[in-house]
Nanobody
């Protein structure tokens, strides 16, 4: 299993970013996928999940601002982040079963 996140960066408050998670080494289409994040000196926090049919669930802290989607043909999951806040600053990870990507840094700062 390999999970590779990309798309992180620095953005001003109120801005947007789209993260990608490219998956390989397993059958992506039926897989339940997750996004997590970890801020400095904090525990890893669940952001949201997406089922194989595209239905997604979100943490209350991001609901209405973040959208998870997937492209099964490309074995890729996405996290569209809008209306970003400084408290969204973290390393974002994608996760499948017990496997994790290396993470991508998102920094929200003016």
């Amino acid at each position: 299993v390999q999970l590779v996140e990309s798309g992180g960066g620095m953005v001003q408050p109120g801005g947007s970013l789209r993260l990608s998670c490219a998956a390989s080494g397993f059958t992506f289409r039926p897989s339940f996928m997750n996004w997590w994040r970890q801020a400095p000196d904090k525990e890893r926090e669940w952001v949201g999940s997406i089922y194989s049919n595209g239905i997604a669930n979100y943490a209350s802290s991001v609901k209405g601002r973040f959208t998870i989607s997937r492209d099964n043909a490309k074995s890729t999951m996405y996290l569209q982040m809008n209306s970003l806040k400084p408290e969204d600053t973290a390393v974002y990870f994608c996760n499948f079963a017990g496997s994790w990507g290396q993470g991508t840094q998102v920094t929200v700062s003016s």
